[in-house]
């Protein structure tokens, strides 16, 4: 499984985005390939998941697979339940 945390430069919220990510993983035993990068990057590559803040939702026109959106980065519950509900809809967990 790819996850890939997007932001506008690729290593300010995104490598934030991606650390939580890594310990919730950790936390409920689940293996994935998570890296952080830039919104024009991420445009044309395949990942199951590509989690990024609300704040992009108009921008992601070209990004191939699920998205999902995060109101607040430092929330780490939010993001925690927002992972965990795309990864049992995509049948990961």
Do not use: P
Request: proline letters at 0%; aromatic letters at 6%; a negative charge.
């Amino acid at each position: 499984m790819t996850i890939y945390c997007i932001c506008g430069m690729g290593f300010g919220t995104s490598l934030m985005l991606k650390m939580t990510i890594d310990d919730i993983l950790e936390k409920h035993g689940i293996k994935a390939d998570v890296a952080a990068w830039d919104l024009g990057s991420a445009k044309g590559v395949k990942a199951d998941l590509f989690i990024m803040s609300e704040d992009m939702k108009n921008n992601v026109e070209g990004i191939e697979g699920r998205l999902a959106f995060i109101k607040s980065m430092t929330n780490v519950k939010e993001v925690e339940e927002t992972l965990m509900c795309v990864l049992k809809e995509l049948g990961k967990i």
